[in-house]
């Protein structure tokens, strides 16, 4: 692959395209140890070696990084109002680096990012029905009957029912029918699809008010819980290959 040094230079974060061609115009960039020609001239990343200020550039054409999205920030690259994912990730050498997929403001947990686009579409196109699983705090008492109406599909407004979900009880407190407090349930959801505030309705649907919310795996990628929230890592390489081998599959059915 054959890139221009601007847009080479640009990719690796060293400024926009045009701060990059004056870096180059500059004489702040060599090729090989040479003053390159000019913005336009072509490299090939991997065999040519660039310097910029002295330092070496080593190009990545994919990042990868699993961020434990905190609370009160959002899943976007810029926002004029609130802190956003990607402001997280400090330490990176893309600067078209996005947040695959949205988790509300309030909630926490496994969010991939990304500049692979293929990678993203395979994860979130509503074909592909990619599992992603849910920790949460109910308000009220998650029964055996709820798990079988979020497995048999629930009305929450769309044209049709949710997709299969499996509910798994954590704790659901019995209560001892005297005390005034609301009983609390904690559970884990999988579904197979990403309807905006998809489980928070799913379980207003049983007449039941989720109060907390953590994503804990997409498809086969786990959080990495020794992350603390507003905490990342870059992904390793098995990661990367199971997300990329992510098999179709429904709740409970493997597709062929
Ligand atoms: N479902 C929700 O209700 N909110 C999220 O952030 C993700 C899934």
């Known amino acids: 692959m054959q890139l221009r040094l601007d847009k080479y230079l640009a990719d690796m974060g060293v400024g926009t395209r045009s701060e990059a061609k004056q870096y180059i115009r500059r004489k702040q960039v060599t090729v090989n140890g040479f003053l390159p020609k000019g913005p336009e001239q072509k490299v090939v990343p991997g065999r040519d070696e660039i310097v910029f200020e002295g330092k070496q550039l080593c190009y990545l054409e994919y990042e990868y990084f699993m961020l434990n999205k905190p609370k009160n920030c959002v899943s976007a690259v810029t926002d004029q109002y609130h802190k956003t994912v990607i402001d997280f990730i400090t330490e990176k050498s893309r600067r078209d680096l996005f947040p695959v997929g949205r988790l509300d403001l309030d909630t926490e947990g496994l969010m ?73 349930s904690e559970i884990e959801l999988t579904i197979t699809e990403g309807k905006f505030h998809q489980v928070k309705r799913m379980f207003e649907a049983v007449g039941k008010h989720v109060t907390y919310l953590k994503r804990i795996s997409i498809g086969e990628l786990n959080l990495d819980h020794s992350l603390h929230p507003g905490e990342y890592r870059r992904l390793t390489e098995t990661e990367i290959k199971l997300l990329k081998n992510q098999r179709k599959t429904v709740v409970g059915k493997e597709k062929p």
């Open 112 to 184: 991939l990012i990304t500049n692979d686009g293929s990678l993203a579409h395979e994860l979130l196109a509503p074909g592909k029905h990619v599992p992603k699983t849910y920790y949460a705090k109910v308000e009220g008492r998650v029964t055996d009957e709820d798990v079988r109406k979020f497995a048999n599909g629930l009305e929450i407004g769309e044209k049709k029912l949710t997709l299969p979900a499996e509910l798994r009880i954590l704790f659901s407190d019995a209560g001892d029918g005297l005390s005034l407090k609301e009983p609390i």
